[in-house]
């Protein structure tokens, strides 16, 4: 008696569904995330308990490297499409550092400080700025590649916001020129956040002295900023 044969049928599956979904998927967080801006140096923050978020947006972040060398790096608006008429990151930068150039050439009128409107535009894109006033305009008119190169290497003297332990606001020190451009900015929202002590966060590296951040900290309390956040890293089980 002959074998009886089955009919073979087709393991074929149709993907078509499964990549419009993977594509709506990688669509939605392509446009829902918040990509982490390039800093100058990779600090690796110290342990904490605290899970309190920093917010991204309306936010002026002071980075301080193990060499002491400070960087600020400031956001505006992140759902600018629901609310049009608050301020931008590239507006707001444009905007602080109009005014902190304008205070610098107050103070120092025989050391001005001359940009042109190219200048600020290139400005207002880099996410984390820290160089001299002396050195902006040289910084501004380097390539991208160039920048990258310069504001990376903590041995330069033109590297990093000059500050001391000034405590007289009629003649600021530079860092407290630029924190003062950017509460004043016109930025209500960054201003009111400032004031609660949510719109300002002080980065430093795990092996960075205190006495290095305390400077900064010290800046922060002659300018009446008192309050601030201190960016950690949640400490696991085995901390």
């Known amino acids: 008696m002959g074998k009886v044969k089955i009919k073979r049928k087709s393991t074929l599956i149709d993907m078509t569904a499964m990549s419009d979904v993977t594509v709506l998927l990688l669509t939605f967080f ?5 990509f982490l801006q390039k800093e100058p140096v990779t600090v690796i923050t110290p342990s904490s308990v605290s899970e309190e978020k ?72 880099i996410g984390t700025f820290g160089v001299p006033f002396q050195a902006l305009p040289t910084f501004l008119r380097m390539s991208q590649t160039e920048q990258d190169k310069v504001i990376t290497d903590m041995n330069r003297a033109d590297v990093g916001i000059p500050i001391d332990d000034n405590t007289d606001l009629n003649t600021p020190n530079e860092f407290q020129i630029w924190m ?14 400032m004031k609660k002590g949510e719109g ?25 900023m008192n309050k601030f956040s201190l960016l950690t890293a949640l400490k696991t089980e085995s901390e």
């Open 30 to 34: 392509m446009l829902t995330s918040t």
């Open 54 to 125: 920093v917010p991204t947006a309306n936010l002026a972040s002071i980075l301080v490297s193990p060499e002491g060398k400070v960087f600020i790096s400031v956001s505006g608006e992140a759902d600018l499409a629901n609310n049009p008429e608050e301020w931008g990151s590239e507006p707001l930068r444009k905007e602080i550092l109009k005014n902190a150039v304008a205070k610098y050439n107050t103070l120092h009128p025989s050391k001005k400080v001359v940009l042109t409107e190219q200048d600020a535009d290139v400005f207002a894109k």
């Open 180 to 193: 003062q451009a950017i509460y004043s900015s016109g930025n209500e929202n960054l201003q009111a956040l």
């Open 200 to 224: 300002i966060a002080v980065k430093a590296d795990q092996i960075t002295p205190y006495s290095t951040v305390h400077h900064v900290l010290d800046n922060l309390q002659t300018l009446k």
